[in-house]
């Protein structure tokens, strides 16, 4: 048997599961990880581990592939946390192996050690595991790919002691095909079509996990074949729908009244990739009805913890293509498709205006990456996403800081497409360091900053609830354009409604990482 140290073995594993590109930023607990790197290995530096973490996870679902992440002990891990919970939203399967100290040095609590690693990201990982000697390294790593990835997927976390790196090992590498999707219970299915065949007036509601799957072609299918409304779930991640189709029919609100007003022109509504509901207010009206609910999930506990309707458990896209196969084409009409607000003036520099202007000028097969809370109704309403693969992305989690860092991300992972992010200015403070990662990998993606000089978000959930005099929402001063500069980007401010247009344009054709800083008047309308 060949002697080789536990780095080689790694090395050679990772290269079998393809996961060759690995996000970090460094420190000396992972010199030895990194030592020697590989030709054939990409290192994509961010200079704070928040963001690169965000990085990670837009790289991981725009590519629907697992992404390693190298972060630095403890320390490391906490300044991730916050996108880690976002990635665990996200069902993002990401890897994430952070450096520990020397195990000869554990016992004496030195510096830089971890103290109970593996406990530290619960519980907002899958699995965590510090191997209990440097050669369970490779075989705990393959374990984390294969936990990561099955259904539902979602980050993992191994942390592994900085001389486990350079023992040797004569254990064997074992590399095994990704686990696939599982169909539903035959049973099951046949009561789901039985009540489609039944319903006057069916609708689905789309959820993250379809695009996910890669299902929305599926699922458009499936909303023709029963001439079924379609709606998004609250805070989808994902568009898992193209919102021109004449089938859709808009959004649902996080809130239980809002969503029993929306589902009651329906007689039947199937819940497809997304939980029976997430709710995000509550306006005294949680017993409001709602309408026979089929839930279909890969995940065991969305099943369990709704409060209505029969849950189906299996994966989008093998779920959506049983039921199809299962019910007959009708030939009750469709509901009317869904009235749009007309397009803005242009009067005033308005985020819904610039959104109907970035409409205009999108191409077609463009990924939107959005983190503009007090913006993402005027968004809905103003910028149809129409990509079946991959369009939007945003947090499933509320946790800020995604947006920069994932429009980077997205752009690295997929070179073949324009890669736009619409960016709060609050928001884009928490992974605004991501902007030196473009620069340093010479993306062609542009990063839109409407720019309201607040915590917008907060100041109207705040008055909606009758709260007064609300401290820490009011921003304002920051020069974005000189910031994207600092860090070598190109940089461009739009003050005036006319800037707009010739703006975008440039910055849009621009090859160069370009930040184009929008200064849109105070938003006004409510939430939800």
């Not at 599961?17 to 460094?26: D, E, R, S």
């Not at 961010?46 to 592939?65: F, H, I, W």
Request: hydrophobic share 45%; glycine share 10%; charged share 20%.
């Amino acid at each position: 048997m060949i002697k080789r140290t536990v780095l080689d073995a790694t090395r050679e594993l990772l290269r079998e599961l393809g996961l060759t590109t690995v996000f970090g930023n460094p420190g000396t607990t992972e010199v030895p990880f990194l030592t020697d790197w590989p030709d054939d290995f990409d290192y994509v530096l961010g200079l704070q581990e928040s963001a690169v973490v965000a990085m990670a996870d837009a790289y991981s679902q725009a590519t629907r592939q697992a992404v390693l992440v190298n972060l630095h002990s403890a320390g490391g891990v906490g300044h991730g946390l916050g996108s880690l919970v976002t990635a665990y939203r996200n069902r993002t399967p990401l890897i994430v192996v952070a450096g520990q100290q020397n195990r000869a040095l554990l016992p004496h609590d030195p510096f830089l050690g971890a103290i109970d690693a593996a406990e530290f990201p619960k519980p907002y990982v899958k699995w965590a595991i510090e191997p209990a000697s440097a050669e369970d390294v490779p075989a705990a790593l393959a374990r984390a790919y294969h936990v990561a990835t099955q259904a539902p997927s979602g980050p993992v976390f191994v942390s592994v002691p900085a001389d486990d790196w350079t023992a040797t090992t004569e254990r064997p590498i074992v590399s095994r095909p990704r686990i696939r999707g599982y169909a539903p219970d035959p049973e099951a299915v046949t009561e789901l079509a039985a009540a489609l065949e039944a319903a006057e007036r069916p609708a689905i509601v789309v959820g993250s996990a379809v695009d996910q799957d890669g299902a929305v072609a599926e699922t458009v299918a499936l909303a023709e074949r029963i001439q079924a409304g379609v709606l998004v779930a609250p805070m989808s991640s994902r568009c898992s729908f193209p919102e021109d189709h004449r089938l859709f029919q808009g959004f649902l609100e996080p809130e239980r009244g809002a969503i029993s007003d929306k589902l009651a022109a329906y007689d039947l509504v199937v819940v497809l990739g997304a939980p029976a509901f997430t709710y995000h207010v509550d306006r005294g009206r949680g017993e409001a009805p709602l309408p026979p609910l089929f839930v279909v999930s890969d995940d065991e506990q969305i099943l369990a913890r709704a409060f209505e309707g029969t849950g189906i458990r299996a994966t989008p896209k093998l779920g959506i293509r049983a039921i199809t196969d299962a019910v007959g084409e009708t030939s009750r009409p469709g509901p009317a498709p869904l009235e749009r607000p007309a397009k803005p003036s242009g009067a005033a520099l308005t985020g819904d205006f610039v959104y109907s202007t970035l409409a205009d000028l999108l191409p077609d097969n463009a990924i939107v990456v959005e983190e503009a809370p007090s913006h993402r109704g005027v968004l809905h309403d103003h910028l149809p996403i129409t990509s079946t693969d991959t369009g939007f992305l945003t947090v499933a989690s509320g946790t800020l800081g995604y947006g920069v860092p994932g429009a980077v991300g997205s752009a690295l992972a997929r070179p073949d497409r324009k890669v736009v992010g619409v960016i709060g200015d609050g928001s884009s403070m928490y992974g605004i360091q991501a902007l030196w990662t473009a620069a340093r990998q010479e993306l062609p993606v542009t990063i839109l900053i409407l720019d309201n000089t607040e915590y917008a978000a907060v100041r109207i959930f705040g008055e909606s609830i009758d709260g007064g005099k609300l401290p820490g929402t009011a921003l304002g001063g920051i020069n974005f354009a000189a910031l994207a500069s600092s860090m070598g980007c190109q940089g461009v401010t739009i003050t005036e409604p006319a800037g707009l247009v010739p703006g975008l344009t440039a910055a849009l054709a621009d090859p160069r990482p370009t930040l184009v800083h929008i200064r849109v008047t105070s938003a006004e309308k409510s939430l939800y």
